[in-house]
């Protein structure tokens, strides 16, 4: 299953805020049992005291409603301690625990990440998918300074047609930026050659 929530490098904490909050258990038959949701109140005392005494905080975020699937015979066994904090649909086989984004954090600061996922959502819908980086990172100015959000983003594998895209974003888009160069690069543009005829 995932990897643990919470990570520290030197005096650096790194928060994935997304399904590695929910851990568990692996029986010897070999069932998983969702156990816990991370953070319990001591631990996210952890992290804020962290934070406040000077310590940096990365939290890396995915959806403001992550959806960890699993079996609906695994889904009974959740502990009523994680069901009082998610909401959990089904179909009888399927189910998906849904998680809303930082609701450990303290009002403000839970604020502030949920407009860094509405900015970069809003970002993800206006560029093609291949031009965006894997890791999108909250710009300055944000207070306080020592705590950063940043949203990972799948990856997906190349293929032919999302190309189409991102020609569309630095073509059609531009249109008026790419005549104007195309007049400065005179005869030299007629030389090249089209894809059509491209071997």
């Not at 310590?55 to 502990?79: D, F, I």
């Not at 849904?98 to 206006?126: V, Y």
């Not at 005869?187 to 059509?196: L, N, R």
């Amino acid at each position: 299953m995932s990897g643990s929530a919470l990570l520290q490098r030197d005096n650096t904490l790194v928060v994935f805020d997304g399904p590695r909050r929910l851990t568990w258990h692996t029986s010897v038959n070999g069932d998983y049992t969702p156990t816990a949701l991370w953070p319990t109140p001591a631990q996210a005392e952890a992290v804020l005291e962290h934070l406040y005494g000077g310590g940096c905080l990365l939290v890396l975020l995915e959806q403001k409603r992550t959806s960890v699937p699993m079996y609906a015979e695994e889904a009974e066994r959740l502990p009523a301690e994680v069901a009082a904090q998610t909401t959990l649909t089904s179909d009888g086989v399927l189910s998906e625990l849904h998680l809303p984004a930082l609701n450990w954090m303290p009002g403000p600061l839970r604020e502030r990440g949920l407009r860094f996922l509405d900015d970069s959502a809003a970002l993800m819908r206006g560029k093609p998918d291949l031009l965006l980086p894997h890791l999108l990172v909250e710009e300055p100015p944000y207070r306080p300074e020592n705590l950063r959000f940043a949203r990972l983003r799948t990856p997906r594998p190349y293929s032919d047609c999302r190309i189409g895209p991102v020609t569309d974003h630095l073509f059609t888009e531009d249109a008026e930026t790419v005549a104007a160069l195309a007049c400065g690069a005179g005869a030299a543009v007629g030389s090249v050659p089209s894809w059509e005829t491209m071997p």
